[in-house]
């Protein structure tokens, strides 16, 4: 069996995409939160909850993060069925780098992720498109709509647990 490198540099670009992400999150919310919330109404919670984690509890929820998608790279290189959900999650996590585009287009500036969404984008994609010798374009699709969906229940679980465990997160 020949190991797959291309496997590692999903929490490769995961971890540096959310280093940014968590060296400028607080600050950017403060000096940008109001804006957001007078402009976007209806951001106003989600302005909010940025506001109330403190950097520890959102590097815990990053930490989390992390922890999952190695594990997926490590059941993937033992176990080739595996392989499917690491698509998925490279999918969903090119997915989100989109989002970052989409969230600086609306707010018309600079959010925390933009710079290394810019960068990751490219290579993402391509390592994606790689995977289309594989698998069909829809199953794809399926398995990042999937991964992404399981992302976003799971960040919201993390969010809850870091705005209602203040003895442990902050």
Known sequence: MVFDYTLLL?????????????????KWVSLHGDSIKARFPLMYKTVDLLSAISSRAFSVIVAEEFVVISAVVMLSVFKTTF??????????????????????????GYIPGLITSVMLFPPAC??????????????LIGASMLCLLFAALNLSVMFYVATHSKRILH
């Open 10 to 26: 999903l929490p490769l670009l995961f971890i540096v995409h959310d280093f940014e992400e968590m060296s400028k999150r607080e």
């Open 83 to 108: 392989h499917i959900l690491w698509v998925g999650f490279l999918g969903a996590f090119t997915l989100h780098l989109l989002i970052h585009f989409f969230q600086a287009l609306m707010l018309r």
């Open 126 to 139: 391509f390592i994606l498109f790689m995977q289309c010798d594989n698998y069909s374009p829809s199953t």
